[in-house]
C-alpha cells in the first residue's frame, strides 16, 4: 500500500487553532494566580484557628492535634510546590506557542512570555516563587511554635519532647525538600511533530 501524503493544514489555521490554545492556557493561568493568591489568606486564618483550638482543648486531644499537625503543613507546602509545577508547565506551553505563531507569521505578533525579562529563572515565575518562599516560612514557623506549645503540654518529660522534635524535625526537612525539588523541574513534553518538521 503506498503511502499517503500527509495532509498539511494552512498557516492561518494553525495560528487560529494555536491562539485557540492560548486564550485557554491563560485563562487556567489566571485561575492558578488567583488560587494562589488565595490559599495564602486561607493558610494562615487555618493555621491560626488551629493554634488557638490546640489551647482551648484537653491535654490528650490537644497533644494528638499537634502530633498531626506537621502533616497537614506538609500537605500544604506540597499543594503549593504542585500548583506552581502546574503554572510552569502553562508558561513553557504559552512560550512554546508564542513561538510558533511567531514563526508561522514570519514576524513577532507574540511576545509576553517568549520575551518576557525572568523567563525561566524560577520555576512558576516570580509569583510562585513568593507564594512558596512565604508558605514555607509559614509553616516552619508554626512548627517551631507547635514545639514549643507540645513543650508546655508534657512538662518535663524529656523523652516525649525528644521524640515530638525529631518529629517535627522529620516533616521540616520533607517540607524543604519539597520546596527544594522543585527549583530542579523542567517542563518537558513529547514532540508530536512529523520528521523535518520546524520545532514548536
Not at 49 to 66: E, H, N, Q, W, Y
Not at 67 to 91: C, M, N
Not at 118 to 128: E, I
Request: charged share 20%; glycine share 8%.
Amino acid at each position: 500500500m503506498m503511502n499517503m501524503p500527509r495532509r498539511l493544514i494552512a498557516e492561518a489555521e494553525q495560528i487560529r487553532i494555536l491562539l485557540q490554545e492560548y486564550r485557554v492556557l491563560y485563562g487556567l493561568l489566571q485561575w492558578r494566580l488567583a488560587a494562589a493568591d488565595r490559599r495564602i489568606l486561607m493558610v494562615g486564618g487555618l493555621l491560626a484557628g488551629l493554634m488557638t483550638a490546640i489551647r482551648t482543648l484537653d491535654a490528650d486531644s490537644g497533644r494528638l492535634l499537634l502530633w498531626g499537625l506537621p502533616v497537614v503543613l506538609w500537605v500544604i507546602v506540597s499543594v503549593t510546590v504542585g500548583h506552581a509545577r502546574s503554572k510552569e508547565d502553562l508558561l513553557r506551553r504559552i512560550d512554546e506557542i508564542e513561538h510558533r505563531i511567531n514563526r508561522l507569521a514570519g514576524t513577532e505578533l507574540l511576545a509576553f512570555q517568549s520575551r518576557h525579562p525572568h523567563r525561566g529563572r524560577s520555576v512558576g515565575g516570580r509569583t510562585s516563587a513568593t507564594a512558596i518562599n512565604g508558605i514555607l516560612a509559614l509553616c516552619i514557623g508554626i512548627l517551631a511554635i507547635c514545639c514549643r506549645l507540645y513543650q508546655a503540654r508534657v512538662g518535663a518529660s524529656a523523652d516525649y519532647m525528644m521524640a515530638y522534635l525529631v518529629h517535627a524535625g522529620l516533616w521540616a526537612v520533607l517540607m524543604l525538600r519539597t520546596a527544594t525539588v522543585l527549583q530542579r523541574y523542567r517542563y518537558e513534553r513529547p514532540t508530536l511533530l512529523m520528521p523535518g518538521d520546524p520545532p514548536g
